[in-house]
C-alpha cells in the first residue's frame, strides 16, 4: 500500500460573518494533519468536516474546471483546488483570504454580483448580422482556434480579485469583462464590432489598465486578460476610436519615438491632453511643481537621439508586417 507522509500544518483564515463580531472580520488559526498531496482545498474541507464546521466555503469540481473556489493564498489569487499545499507553505504555515475586489457573504465565500454585472455589462453573446443562414454561422477554423484562448475562461473572479486598478476604481470592468468581450470582438461572425469597441472606450473601460500584469499571473487556464485588452487598444486605434486621452496618449508616445528616437515628456503630456486644454493641463500643476523642486522636471527641449535613424527602420519592419 502506497505510503504517504503526514504533518501538521497551521492554517490561518480570514473569517467573517455578519452575525458574529458585529460582522468585522477576524483570523482564525487550525493546526491541520494534512497528507503530501493535500491541496489546500483539502486541507480547508478538513477543517470543516473535523475541526469546524461553521467554516464557510465554495467548491464544487475539484479538478479545476467549475471555478468557484478561488481564494488568496497567502495574498494572491488561486484556485485552492489546484494549489498544493506542500508548494504554498512556509514554515508550515499559509494564511487563506476571500477572494479581494468582491464583498464578503461569509468566510471565504465572496458575493460574485459585481462580477456577474461587468461581465453582462459587455454583452457576452455573439451579435451577428446580415441575413441568418440556413445552417450553421461557420467562422475560419484559426480564428477559432485563436479565441479557445479566452474561451477557457471557468469566470472564477481571480483576476479580478488581485486587479490592481480595481482596488482603487469600482467602475472599471476589469479584466475578465473585458477578455470576454475580447472573446466576441474577435469572432468573424460578430457584427458588433464597432459599437462593442466604442462602449470599451468610456471611462472604466480599456484605457484604465495599467498593464501591472496581476491578472495574467494569477489566471489558472492562461486566458492573459492583460493582453486581450492591449488587442482592444490596438483595434481601437485601427478603428478611429482615438478621441480619448488613452489613445491620444499612446499614439503621441509612439510617434514622438518614432520620430526623434527619444520620448520628450513635456510633449507626450501637451499631446494627450491637447495644448489648448488649460483646465487639464493646470491639474498637472501641481505635479510640475513637486518635479521641478525635486529636480526631476522633464527638458522643455529634448534632443534626438543620435540613433534615430535605426529607430525609423524598426518602426518601418513593424509597420509593414
Ligand atoms: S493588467 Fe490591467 S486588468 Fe490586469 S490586473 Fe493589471 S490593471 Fe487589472
Ligand atoms: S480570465 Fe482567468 S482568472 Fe479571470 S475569471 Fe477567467 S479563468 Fe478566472
Known amino acids: 500500500m502506497l505510503q504517504t507522509a503526514k504533518k501538521t500544518i497551521?492554517?490561518?483564515i480570514k473569517r467573517q460573518d455578519p452575525e458574529i463580531n458585529n460582522g468585522e472580520s477576524y483570523n482564525q488559526i487550525y493546526d491541520v494533519e494534512v497528507e503530501d498531496w493535500f491541496t489546500v482545498l483539502d486541507a480547508l474541507i478538513k477543517i470543516r468536516e473535523e475541526i469546524d464546521g461553521t467554516l464557510s466555503l465554495r467548491c464544487a469540481c475539484r479538478a479545476s474546471i467549475c471555478g468557484s473556489c478561488a481564494m488568496r493564498v497567502n495574498g494572491q489569487a488561486k484556485l485552492v483546488c489546484k494549489t498544493k499545499l506542500s508548494v504554498v507553505e512556509k514554515n508550515n504555515k499559509i494564511l487563506v483570504e476571500p477572494v479581494g475586489n468582491m464583498p464578503v457573504i461569509s468566510d471565504l465565500v465572496a458575493d460574485f454580483k459585481p462580477f456577474w454585472d461587468k461581465f453582462n455589462a459587455v454583452e457576452p453573446y455573439l451579435k451577428p448580422e446580415g441575413e441568418v443562414p440556413e445552417?450553421?454561422?461557420?467562422?475560419?477554423?484559426?480564428?477559432m482556434v485563436h479565441l479557445v484562448g479566452v474561451m477557457n475562461c471557468i469566470m472564477c473572479g481571480a483576476c479580478v480579485s488581485d486587479c490592481t486598478v480595481l482596488e482603487v476604481k469600482d467602475n472599471f470592468l476589469g479584466p475578465a469583462a473585458l477578455a470576454k468581450s475580447y472573446r466576441f470582438i474577435?469572432?468573424?461572425?460578430?457584427?458588433?464590432?464597432?459599437?462593442?469597441?466604442q462602449n470599451l472606450e468610456k471611462d472604466g473601460g480599456i484605457w484604465d489598465c495599467t498593464r501591472c500584469m496581476q491578472c495574467v499571473e494569477v489566471c489558472p487556464k492562461d486566458v492573459d486578460p492583460m493582453e486581450r485588452i492591449m488587442s482592444l487598444r490596438s483595434k481601437s486605434i485601427e478603428n478611429k476610436i482615438d478621441k480619448n486621452y488613452g489613445a491620444r496618449h499612446a499614439k503621441s508616445f509612439t510617434d514622438l519615438i518614432k520620430n526623434n528616437g527619444i520620448l520628450n515628456e513635456v510633449?507626450?503630456?501637451l499631446r494627450t491632453k491637447g495644448l489648448?486644454?488649460?483646465i487639464e493641463l493646470a491639474k498637472l500643476l501641481p505635479i510640475a511643481i513637486s518635479a521641478q523642486l525635486a529636480g526631476k522636471r522633464p527638458p522643455f527641449f529634448s534632443h534626438s537621439s543620435k540613433n534615430k535613424n535605426q529607430i525609423k527602420k524598426i518602426f518601418k519592419k513593424l509597420e509593414d508586417k
Open 10 to 12: 497551521q492554517i490561518e
Open 135 to 143: 445552417g450553421e454561422y461557420l467562422a475560419p477554423n484559426d480564428d
Open 267 to 269: 510633449l507626450l503630456i
Open 276 to 278: 489648448f486644454n488649460i
Open 186 to 197: 474577435a469572432d468573424p461572425r460578430d457584427g458588433s464590432q464597432f459599437e462593442r469597441l
